[in-house]
């Protein structure tokens, strides 16, 4: 990258000038991931100040067992294997009330798509968890997930987030997206939602009042153009909608899955891609770093490279531990705390909307304000 170029990016940055395709790939090619970093830094400081958010969460995953068995899933499995399972809705139950002590503010419910599950199995999830613990925000099911319960329930992708939002819905998770391109959907993800199905499902959501987040999953066969590609389309959506919350960056774990010859994106990539994003996806609020694939050390060090959440303490994640992950499969809100302050940022505590609960003082490592 000459540097001409990337000062001429830095004078767009710095006048809130929108970045167009020809810099985001100026920036894909550039070694240079300091100067990328403090770009992505200047608009975080922008956007979010000196904060850090997370969330008291915790992660349901309700079966393994998918028709779909994309090439780069680990989780996934067929019913006759071994190791598949399906959660009854007393599991579910029972899972949800077991973290009531922890301040507990999310349930993030995501599976694989079921071949014999009727969707009224998900409905009722959803509402009885509402009725047990109505405080809890319920994000759940990813676009993927919503397109198949609207062919298997034969109803509109509408009708389906409807009943959803009426049994006790709050969000969507931004899952399934993997990348936006039908070349690289079909080679690996074949039998599940498309593009389009994708951006509609969530267009859709926006327009009832549910709000999301968007993700990519980065480092397998997709080219470098593919990813800006997915990051322009995400923003377009958002200039029509506005109801993405966050993006998130996701690099493939190959291990256990049928992608095994490609191997974990490195730190500099992880580092860049979440510095790109934040520089593209101007109109999207936050970059969320998601430490259960990222590894803590990258997670902490993302903060200083455009990305302003951690996601939160998550509760048992089986996804991509069955990759190969090697993260706990749960942090401790101290845990939390104490990266982000040693980052030298101010953690904030948020509910799945944004709203603050807490914020945390430097000094003390103690609540400073209660909202």
């Not at 079966?63 to 399906?86: H, L």
């Not at 009224?120 to 009725?131: G, P």
């Not at 998770?173 to 080679?187: S, T, W």
């Not at 095994?260 to 979440?274: G, I, Q, R, V, W």
Request: with cysteine; glycine share 6%; aromatic share 8%.
């Amino acid at each position: 990258m000459s540097t001409n170029s990337l000062s001429e990016i830095r004078e767009k940055v710095e006048k809130g000038i929108r970045l167009s395709k020809s810099d985001a790939l100026t920036l894909m090619s550039s070694n240079d991931l300091i100067s990328i970093g403090q770009l992505a830094n200047m608009v975080k400081e922008k956007k979010s100040g000196n904060y850090v958010y997370f969330n008291v969460n915790r992660h349901i995953n309700l079966t393994n067992i998918c028709v779909s068995r994309c090439k780069f899933c680990a989780f996934s499995r067929d019913k006759t294997d071994t190791d598949a399972y399906t959660m009854t809705i007393e599991d579910v139950l029972e899972a949800a009330q077991s973290v009531k002590n922890l301040g507990i503010t999310e349930f993030h419910i995501v599976s694989g798509l079921h071949p014999d599950l009727p969707f009224d199995y998900y409905l009722e999830i959803i509402s009885r968890i509402k009725n047990i613990m109505p405080e809890v925000h319920i994000q759940a099911f990813t676009a993927v997930e919503i397109a198949y319960f609207a062919k298997i329930a034969n109803l509109s992708i509408k009708e389906v987030l409807m009943k959803l939002k009426e049994a006790g819905l709050g969000s969507l998770p931004g899952g399934g997206a993997e990348i936006l391109n039908h070349r690289v959907r079909e080679a690996v993800c074949s039998k599940k939602a498309t593009s389009d199905e994708w951006l509609e499902v969530m267009r859709t959501a926006h327009n009832l009042g549910l709000k999301s987040n968007a993700t990519m999953l980065f480092g397998h066969i997709e080219a470098l153009e593919e990813r800006i590609d997915h990051l322009l389309t995400l923003r377009e959506l958002q200039d029509e909608t506005g109801g993405f919350q966050s993006f998130i960056p996701l690099p493939f774990h190959p291990q256990n899955t049928q992608l095994t010859s490609f191997k974990k994106p490195t730190a500099f990539e992880n580092l860049k891609m979440l510095a790109i994003s934040r520089l593209i996806l101007d109109n999207l609020p936050h970059i969320k770093a998601f430490w259960i694939m990222l590894g803590l050390k990258i997670a902490q060090l993302s903060l200083l490279f455009g990305a302003d959440d951690l996601d939160g303490t998550v509760v048992e994640e089986k996804i991509t531990h069955a990759a190969g992950a090697e993260t706990g499969q749960s942090i401790s809100k101290e845990e939390l705390l104490n990266l982000i302050f040693d980052a030298g940022r101010i953690p904030v505590e948020r509910d799945t909307l944004y709203n603050l609960i807490k914020i945390y003082d430097k000094k003390e490592r103690d609540v400073l304000v209660e909202t």
